[in-house]
């Protein structure tokens, strides 16, 4: 069935909902201040690789978008991200900004870059460049509905909560969810809009439902990697099974 513009943006939250209902364990144990420092390192190394990689995937959309002034947009994002000190602007790389978040909760700056990600997460990051390059360029571009359309809200948590239980952090390290926290409502809009604009054949809109849950799936691969190598071997029973019920 073919559904409005409203309609298919509902639809498409009710599946992100409906896929994880409840946050991951890492995520959880993250937000109640319960990961300890060599846990969070461990998350902190691992995520690095995506956000060291993402021209992979920002470059296939802008490759394949045939609307120059959507074409514009995505550049502007990809300014963002790979550094919009470039155009006289506060930030550099978002990558960047990680090493430095990486270097105020311990990990030392060339750790961080010559890291050998764990099986998983280098498997999640080729699923979602292979999700990316399949897809039609709309939902190419649509799969961002999952990570910026929640990042604002998302790295807003993860920064309170890593101001309130980890307070050893510096201040600054912490701008890496800062930016997000602001650039990634535009972004998530800028997503929103194109699937209103150009999903509106039901084929599509079934490829964008799809591809919305393989995006969902691909993030619950990383953290879920990250909780069986450095989390779950030193829980407790009773916090394991906290973790998994909440």
């Known amino acids: 069935m073919l559904l409005s513009p409203e309609q298919l943006i509902a639809d498409l939250e009710s ?3 409906n896929r994880h209902p409840r946050p991951h364990p890492v995520r959880q144990l993250l937000l109640t201040g319960r990961l300890t420092r060599d846990q969070l390192q461990g ?3 691992n995520l690095f690789h995506e956000f060291r990689n993402i021209h992979r995937f920002f470059g296939v959309r802008y490759q394949k978008c045939p609307v120059p002034e959507l074409r514009r947009a995505l550049i502007e994002n990809m300014i963002e991200e790979e550094g919009e000190d470039m155009v006289g602007r506060k930030y550099p790389s978002h990558a960047e900004l990680w090493v430095r978040f990486g270097e105020g909760i311990g990990i030392a700056r060339e750790e961080m870059i010559h890291y050998e990600p764990l099986p998983g997460i280098r498997a999640a990051l080729e699923m979602y460049v292979a999700l990316v390059q399949q897809s039609h360029w709309a939902v190419a571009i649509g799969t961002g ?3 910026e359309g929640g990042g604002p809200k998302r790295m807003k948590e993860e920064r309170e909560a890593l101001e309130r239980h980890y307070p050893w952090i510096p201040a600054r390290a912490l701008d890496f969810f800062r930016v997000h926290e602001y650039h990634d409502e535009g972004h998530g809009n800028f997503c929103v809009d194109v699937i209103r ?3 509106m ?3 599509l809109q079934s490829e964008m439902r799809r591809a919305v849950e393989n995006r969902a799936d691909i993030m ?3 953290n879920e990697s990250i909780y069986q190598a450095f989390v779950r071997p030193a829980l407790a029973p009773e916090t394991a099974r906290e973790a998994r019920s909440i």
């Open 15 to 17: 599946t992100l909902r």
């Open 43 to 45: 998350w902190a190394r």
């Open 145 to 147: 509905l999952v990570f």
């Open 197 to 199: 604009d150009h999903c």
């Open 201 to 203: 054949e039901e084929h």
């Open 220 to 222: 619950w691969l990383q």
